[in-house]
C-alpha cells in the first residue's frame, strides 16, 4: 500500500529527475539540428564544388577535351565523380584534389 509519504517520495524524485531528462531532450535536439546544418553545408559546398569542375570543363574546346580521354556528354559526370556527387566510374587521371 502507498502512503502519502511514499508518493510524495515518488513525486519529489520525479520532479528532480524532470529537469535533467528535459536537458538530455534538448542537448539531443540541438545537437540532430547541429548535424544537419553540418550535412546541408558540406552538401552545398560539394554541389557549388561540382559546379566550378563542371564550368571549368565547359569552357574547354572538344579538341582539348579528345586530348584529355574525355567526350562533352561526359562532363556533368565527371564533375560529379571527381567531387564525390556520385561513384566513380571511370578511371580519373587526377591525384590531387580540387581545393
Known sequence: MITDTQSLQHYQAARTHHPFALRTIIVAAIS???AFARR??????????????YDALRELDDRTLHDLGLDRSEITSIAAEVT?????TRALLMTHTLP
Do not use: D, I
Open 32 to 34: 540532430a539540428v547541429v
Open 40 to 53: 546541408l553545408r558540406a552538401h552545398h559546398q560539394q554541389r557549388q564544388h561540382a559546379g566550378a569542375v
Open 84 to 88: 564525390g556527387s556520385a561513384e566513380a
